[in-house]
């Protein structure tokens, strides 16, 4: 017996022992099996897809829910070309603040901040002449820097660094810690506004890219924000949540257990349920390189200085390697390479200390990753989880600002393949558009919105392009025994769409419409 049997669509089942099939059958929200292995079963409810291409169910492995659902009602100055243009919306987004109530003393939140269409970093005095006596708060779009007016400034230990009110990394975190924390009802309404967004682009699950920390974090008891969410019904996907490594502290174990640091009461990657889970430990090593804080080995181009690591190399190794130890698949962001060389260094003496092959630990973003890297990564039984979309919508100023030497090893996707590493796609939404199918047109094309190529040698299949969305995303999250291909047993979460990516001309895979997402057996989005 089936609860529903889809019929007359292309099944591309990412299962190399079956590749395509018509149809599939699925009972109380598992997949049963494909064409004949279903034909005589009878069901209670037939649906005919008519000609759709069905694929399993997008897994996005680095997002930023709460964030992007946030930025979705927050007042963005994205598109501004000049800071007059940009310190006139802000005007505008303190004005709308004071008509709904926010008086002075009261944050404004704005969204879309970037020094590079400006042509430089607004100032704290600039935003002064705009603020009209709120505490203004302009978060840059890569997530790793903000700008502030003097009032926020003035709340700040006067020894913090900053660039005429422009803070990044752990002084942005600073000021960030002065507006927190949220509520756990406003996050689970974010949450779910994002998850929405998330189903509507054929993801069904994802891998929220670090609670409870200072560059992220909402809330000391993020983790409930999530739980809320899934009580109330907002949270249509399957979701696995990284814990900052913020949140690690001093443990008095038993010695045979050798974990000098733990989350409390010892939780850690794997608690949880197929719906809602405990991750990766969340480890940041260095910042982004929209605000040209990544921390690389020589100078970026045109630029006096080379980004920045979050901490000394030795305390960053100590964190990782004590995630390590305390039983944690860690997912280490490193965009630069001299970061990706403290987080492989780590890595190799975690793995020394204790071995863990089973771990599957991941490096978030790999965004500039030496030749000699490469192997290192294969060796460790690293994954690189890398953003595609960077580089379709930032890739003309990335490849400007690493110079042509250094251009071609930017997020890549062949070269991973070729040394037998993982690769996975993700979107780190909102910092760009989420939808992996556009991010699977860009790994095939290796072309920017201009039309730029980038790194036109780490271009790959459309299938392989599939599989870092599917099945290689399901391993990443350590979901490969119940997601990523349609196979019997396994989840029937699926991606319908209205063309066949692996058959159209590549240009067009971006647009191919999602025309219903299921997660068990169920339509969370219909288009």
Not at 53 to 74: C, E, N, R, S
């Amino acid at each position: 017996m089936l609860c529903t049997r889809l019929t007359n669509a292309r099944f591309l089942t990412m299962d190399p022992a079956r590749p395509v099939a018509r149809e599939l059958g699925i009972w109380q929200g598992r997949i049963v099996g494909v064409d004949e292995e279903v034909a005589g079963l009878p069901a209670r409810e037939t649906v005919d897809l008519q000609g759709a291409t069905v694929l399993p169910g997008f897994i996005d492995a680095h997002v930023h829910l709460a964030w992007t659902g946030f930025k979705q009602l927050t007042p963005s100055i994205a598109g501004s070309t000049s800071p007059t243009e940009a310190l006139a919306r802000v005007a505008d987004a303190v004005t709308r603040a004071e008509k709904d109530g926010a008086g002075p003393g009261s944050w404004v939140s704005i969204a879309g901040y970037d020094q590079r269409a400006l042509g430089r970093h607004l100032t704290a005095a600039e935003l002064d002449t705009v603020s009209r006596g709120r505490l203004l708060y302009l978060l840059h779009e890569s997530g790793h820097g903000c700008a502030v007016n003097t009032a926020v400034l003035d709340l700040l230990p006067a020894d913090l660094p900053h660039e005429n009110g422009f803070l990044a990394e752990g002084a942005m975190g600073a000021a960030r810690a002065l507006r927190l924390p949220y509520s756990q009802r406003e996050l689970a309404e974010a949450i779910g506004r994002a998850a929405r967004t998330c189903v509507s682009e054929g993801v069904t699950g994802c891998a929220e890219a670090g609670i409870g920390g200072i560059l992220f974090g909402h809330t000391p008891v993020e983790l409930g924000a999530y739980q809320l969410a899934r009580e109330q019904g907002l949270l249509p996907l399957r979701v696995q949540l990284m814990v900052s490594a913020d949140r690690l502290g001093p443990v008095a174990a038993h010695a045979d257990d050798g974990i000098p640091r733990a989350l409390d009461l010892g939780l850690r990657t794997g608690f949880g349920d197929d719906r809602l889970s405990i991750g990766a430990l969340k480890v940041f090593t260095d910042g982004g390189m929209m605000a040209r804080t990544a921390a690389l080995t020589t100078p970026y181009e045109g630029l006096d200085h080379a980004g920045q690591l979050q901490d000394d190399p030795e305390t960053l190794t100590r964190t990782i390697v004590d995630g390590h130890l305390a039983g944690w698949q860690l997912a280490v962001h490193a965009i630069g390479d001299r970061a990706a060389d403290v987080a492989l260094d780590a890595i190799e003496r975690a793995q020394r200390l204790r071995p863990r092959p089973e771990a599957r630990h991941r490096i978030e973003h790999a965004g500039l990753i030496r030749p000699d890297q490469l192997p290192r990564f294969a060796e460790l039984g690293v994954t690189a989880v890398v953003q595609p979309s960077f580089l379709r919508y930032f890739g003309d100023d990335y490849a400007a600002i690493m110079g042509p030497d250094r251009a071609p090893w930017l997020y890549r996707g062949r070269a991973f393949l070729d040394h037998g590493v993982p690769l996975v796609g993700s979107s780190d939404r909102p910092v760009t558009e989420g939808s992996p199918l556009r991010a699977v047109q860009f790994m095939v094309e290796r072309a920017s919105e201009s039309g730029t190529l980038i790194g036109p040698e780490e271009a790959i299949s459309v299938q392989q392009a599939l599989h870092a969305y599917t099945v290689a995303g399901s391993r990443a999250c350590h979901w490969d025994g119940t997601a990523g291909t349609l196979t019997a047993g396994k989840h029937a979460d699926l991606a319908v769409l209205g063309d066949d990516p692996t058959r159209v001309d590549p240009s067009r895979i971006g647009d191919i419409k999602v025309v219903a997402t299921y997660v068990a057996g169920k339509p969370v989005h219909q288009g």
